[in-house]
């Protein structure tokens, strides 16, 4: 059993943090290497926005110099050498004749490209109060003729644009991240607590055992993967060990009382046949000698003949009773199978004449290629009695027309052999086996002796359906092997 401040460290949070810590840290190197990356990006399509507009200032203050047809070639030139970020620029003559556009147009919330983007600036417009983009002109002296006018303005949609891929970008590394995050603590936890699993149903077989297996099907649970779950397996298999010891502790002591109650019906026995035996007898002797007395008085001789009749009655009933309360008479070393099937059949032949001939009763007892294995002495006595009690139960309650008993040595391969006890009749049945057991100690003396040799009773209707269903009463006894 572990200790009270092992179950205070718990090792289930440790991993799924560990594990979660290292989600986030490749999350955030994954973010911070993104970021990296599109800062060298951003600036280098910043300078080169920025030399852009430095080159649209240098050929703007030679324009003045220049003729038309010169100073038009030069403004091409400069707009193939590179984009303009931010900024668009138009230049138109006096007639207003387009000379130069370039720079991306500046576009409206309804005209971008994609309609999300649109959405998205437009919720930035309302959220931030954001200012419309701005218009510079001036004009520009021409050496001959009218003066040029020069239109610069800001396209901000190209760095929202930018913003908006950035923004997804970081979006899209959290989503996943966090993805990540949750589909490991998932693999994790299921990882975790897999075994589980395996202590729910060895709970579930500790509550289903029977007698004998709780302590195999819960001690066989393997170490457990996590510190919590290994406390909970170590406190059921303390726990099992515990019942299985109140258990063996029970049967023994059940045993001691069924060989206390043994040992006064041979006490009792005894007495009837030392005290009681003795005492009939002579009273026997007694009226075969007033039998010769009154040869000559046969009114007086009819009732001693009578009086001797009820001394040989009672002779026998004392003699069927000490068969009753001492049914066995060898030592413990005598006893082996054939001693029980004597016994048995000895009962059968004793519930026979008792019982009338209104039942029928058929017996199997299929112990014959066993006769020399030896049983236990309480063993025996505990069959022996078992069947006499279900069998006084058939006669007093059932109302049956017949009646079987059946005993069948049973065994495995690799298993411990077993007595199959099986009693059963064609009478009205038990509606309610469970009042049945507290009514009277016939059923309850049962099963208390089968569990104190390590197996349970199990009862029910032959034919459930039927108007007599009848009744069964079966066990399956294990056999100890010899010097256990």
């Known amino acids: 059993m572990p200790a009270a401040d092992t179950l205070l460290h718990l090792d289930l949070p440790g991993q799924i943090l560990r594990r979660a810590a290292f989600v986030v840290a490749v999350g955030v190197a994954a973010l911070l290497g993104l970021g990296l990356l599109s800062m060298r990006d951003d600036v280098a399509d910043e300078l080169e926005g920025a030399k852009a507009v430095a080159g649209l200032v240098e050929r703007l203050s030679t324009l003045s110099l220049q003729e038309d047809a010169q100073a038009e070639r030069a403004l091409t030139q400069w707009a193939a050498e590179g984009p303009l970020r931010h900024l668009s620029v138009r230049v138109l003559d006096a007639s207003g004749r387009l000379i130069l556009q370039a720079g991306p147009p500046a576009l409206e919330t309804s005209t971008w490209p994609e309609p999300w983007e649109g959405l998205w600036l437009g919720l930035h417009r309302r959220l931030f109060n954001a200012d419309d983009p701005f218009t510079v002109a001036w004009t520009l002296a021409r050496p001959q003729g009218a003066p040029w006018s020069v239109v610069l303005s800001a396209a901000p949609q190209s760095e929202q644009h930018e913003a908006l891929q950035s923004l997804l970008q970081a979006s899209a590394i959290l989503i996943l991240m966090s993805l990540a995050l949750l589909a ?272 349970d009773l199990e009862m029910g209707p032959v034919h459930p359906e039927a108007a007599r269903p009848g009744w069964r009463l079966a066990a399956a006894v294990p056999v100890p092997a010899p010097g256990t």
Request: proline share 4%; glycine share 4%; aromatic share 4%.
């Open 184 to 455: 490991l603590m998932a693999w994790n936890t299921r990882r975790a607590l897999a075994p589980l699993s395996r202590l729910l149903a060895a709970i579930q077989r500790l509550e289903q055992a029977q007698p004998g297996q709780r302590h195999f099907e819960v001690q066989s649970l393997p170490p457990m993967p996590i510190a919590e779950l290994e406390a909970v397996a170590a406190a059921l298999r303390h726990l099992d060990g515990a019942l299985a010891q109140a258990d063996a502790e029970r049967r023994r002591l059940a045993q001691q009382v069924l060989g206390l109650q043994e040992e006064e019906r041979a006490h009792l026995a005894r007495e009837l046949h030392d005290e009681f035996g003795q005492r009939l007898t002579a009273l026997r002797l007694d009226t075969r000698w007033l039998l010769r007395q009154t040869a000559q008085a046969p009114e007086w001789q009819a009732v001693v003949q009578q009086m001797d009749q009820h001394c040989a009655a009672i002779q026998q009933d004392i003699a069927s009773v000490l068969a009753q309360l001492r049914p066995l008479t060898v030592s413990d070393e005598a006893c082996t199978v054939a001693t029980l099937q004597t016994l048995l059949q000895s009962l059968v032949t004793a519930w026979r004449r008792s019982a009338g001939a209104s039942f029928s009763l058929s017996v199997d007892i299929g112990l014959e290629d066993h006769a020399h294995a030896p049983l236990p002495r309480d063993l025996v006595l505990m069959l022996y009695r078992i069947s006499q009690e279900a069998l006084t139960n058939v006669a007093k309650h059932a109302q049956a027309q017949a009646v079987s008993l059946s005993l069948q040595w049973q065994q495995t391969a690799g298993a411990s052999a077993h007595l199959a006890w099986v009693v059963q009749d064609d009478g009205r049945g038990e509606p309610h086996p469970d009042q049945a057991l507290l009514r009277g100690h016939g059923l309850a003396g049962l099963k208390e002796r089968l569990w104190a040799w390590g197996a």
